[in-house]
Every structure is written in C-alpha cells, then in structure tokens.
C-alpha cells in the first residue's frame, strides 16, 4: 500500500478498477476509513468533478475525470 492520503487512496483503488464497481469494504480495508468517511469522501471528489457510480449493492464505480487536474490527481 502506498503511503498517501485517504482521499488520494480511494482514487488510486477507483483508477486501478476502473468501468467497474468497488465495494464499500475495499476502500473501507485499503484506505483504513470509516463508513462515514468514506462516503464523506466520495461525496468530496464528486465535488471537485469526478463522476462516480454509487451503488449500495455494489459500490462505487469511477465515470469519468474532470477535464482539469484536481489535488487528488496531482
């Protein structure tokens, strides 16, 4: 695991299953986040225009990325 931020982390796990689900307990385990945070977190990144899937069967799945960089992209 690298050593980055949480929000940093759940991008990387989005970017690394990208065009499919990611379930809550994944990003959960890897980014060592609550629940809450996470989903304080997804809601955070859809903000600075990331477009995510949110699913509460599946997860979260990434879209697409805004057309600018974003500090968890730099």
Sequence with gaps: MT????????????LEHCGSFVPA???IGS???????LAA???SLQRQGISLSV????????NALPDRLI???I
Excluded: C, H, K, W
Aim: proline content about 8%.
């Design 71 to 73: 500090p968890p992209l």
């Design 3 to 14: 050593n980055i931020a949480p929000q940093g982390r759940i991008l990387e796990i989005l």
């Design 41 to 43: 977190l997804i809601a």
């Design 31 to 37: 980014a060592g986040v609550s629940q809450a945070e």
């Design 55 to 62: 699913s509460s069967a599946d997860g979260y799945r990434l």
């Design 25 to 27: 307990a994944t990003f």
